[in-house]
């Protein structure tokens, strides 16, 4: 069969779409891991005005949890997941801008981001850290397997006022608490404020290693930090207190 003239491919995939079909199909694409089709319906769905913190929230983090769960369950291996987690980058390319242009002229604070030490798991924590820069953070991502010694130069080069920190494995939660140790030896932890998540993270963990704060995911995080930032005492990253 040949291949549909773009304009009339756009037409019928996209001109006639709502909302919810493009969500589904946005959905189902990225669980398949075509990379190309999501870009294309992601842009597709922007400009027929699906807000984007829609697409993300409920398109690629509700896809993201299904990858999720048929990893557990066996049902998709790690080269499935991998193309997956480009399929999700492919959609978030295209939000990027909207979403960040969402907190533009928002000085809302600045946040530097981590994936713990020995943890090389980095696909929530990117989400967490585009979904803060819609709110108005500045962020600073340290990257992945960030060793404790690295957050506090992070936090002495950078004056964060918020210190965010993932982890996808059970071997490496510990490397929250030695961070969190290490920014109090160093006159540090009273400076920032500390918000953990990932996986087998918990809200009962985060207060048993003393952090200020647990989100269950990119949403739930960005919205702690910005309520964090209302309690704060202080405005601005820029403050030294
Ligand atoms: C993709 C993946 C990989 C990829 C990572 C690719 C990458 N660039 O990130 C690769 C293949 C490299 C990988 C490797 C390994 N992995 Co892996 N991996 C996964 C998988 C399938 C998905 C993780 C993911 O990206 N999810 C999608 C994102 C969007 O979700 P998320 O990460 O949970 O993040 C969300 C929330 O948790 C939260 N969040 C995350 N961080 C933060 C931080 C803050 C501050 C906040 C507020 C919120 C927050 O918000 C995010 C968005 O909503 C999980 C399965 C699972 N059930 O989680 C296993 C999983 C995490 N991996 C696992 C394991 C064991 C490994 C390996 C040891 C495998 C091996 N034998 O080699 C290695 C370890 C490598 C290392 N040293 O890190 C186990 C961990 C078990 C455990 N409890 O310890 C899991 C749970 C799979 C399983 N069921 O066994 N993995």
Redesign the pocket.
Known sequence: MGAMHPILSEAASGFFRNQDSFLEDIKENLIAGRASVVKLLTEQALRRGVPPEVIVEESL?DA?KE??RC??ARIMA?PD??LS?RALHAGLYVLKPYLTAAGVGVNRGRVL?GTVA????????R??AIMMESKGFEVIDMGIDVPPEEFVRGVNVHNPDIV???A????TMGSMKTTIDLLTESNLRRRVKV??????VTQEFAQDIGADAY????VS?AQIAVSMMDQMPHVGPSDTS
Not at 119 to 124: P, R, S, Y
Not at 195 to 200: A, F, H, S, T
Not at 215 to 218: E, I, L, P, R, T
């Open positions: 983090l993201m990858v999720n990893f557990s790690i997941v991998l987690s981001i020995g943890d090389l798991h980095d696909i929530g924590k989400l967490v965010a920190m993932s996808l494995l059970t071997t918000i953990i998540g990932g996986g087998p989100g269950y995911d990119a995080g």
